[in-house]
């Protein structure tokens, strides 16, 4: 009897599952209009993986703040290690020689947060630039991410 209630639950949940994605995917193209353009699936996968660069600098930069901010500088080299090519790395040091501030961060204090923002892709980059909150202020560095290799290839100021 139990074990029948917990299949019958699942199969509804399936159901209206099955019922209610096509119908939130169909959304904004209902909103647009019987006119609206449908993307090919390149674009799509494009946004994807667009998307997912987003995603991921948003996360390292988040991960990374956290363990800066508690003095974990195991975690932070760990990520640094994860998350940016080895020239990046190394780019990332000398800057850190020559400004005498967290080369991430471009900046020797520690924001409260980070935002992650697309700005463009060219050629498999991803090129976004990285928000950071300072209580009611923001800076701003720009980062370069492949798509090929999922890795931060660069971080620099904005020009």
Excluded: C
């Amino acid at each position: 009897m139990f074990s029948n209630r917990i299949i019958r639950r699942a199969a509804l949940t399936v159901a209206v599952t099955a019922a209610v994605l096509p119908l939130a995917a169909a959304g904004p193209a209902l909103a647009a209009g019987s006119s609206a353009h449908h993307a090919p699936a390149g674009v799509a996968a494009a946004h994807s993986t667009t998307l997912g660069a987003v995603q991921r600098v948003d996360t390292f930069y988040n991960a990374y703040i956290d363990a800066v901010r508690v003095d974990d500088f195991a975690t932070a080299d760990k990520l640094r290690a994860e998350y940016l090519s080895s020239a990046a790395q190394a780019d990332v040091e000398s800057w850190e020689e020559a400004n005498h501030a967290n080369g991430i961060l471009h900046a020797q204090d520690v924001p409260d947060g980070a935002t992650a923002v697309y700005e463009e892709t060219a050629a498999g980059t991803v090129y976004l630039h990285v928000d950071l909150k300072w209580g009611s202020d923001t800076s701003t560095v720009l980062v370069r991410y492949s798509n090929v290799d999922q890795v931060i290839t660069g971080i620099s100021d904005p020009s």
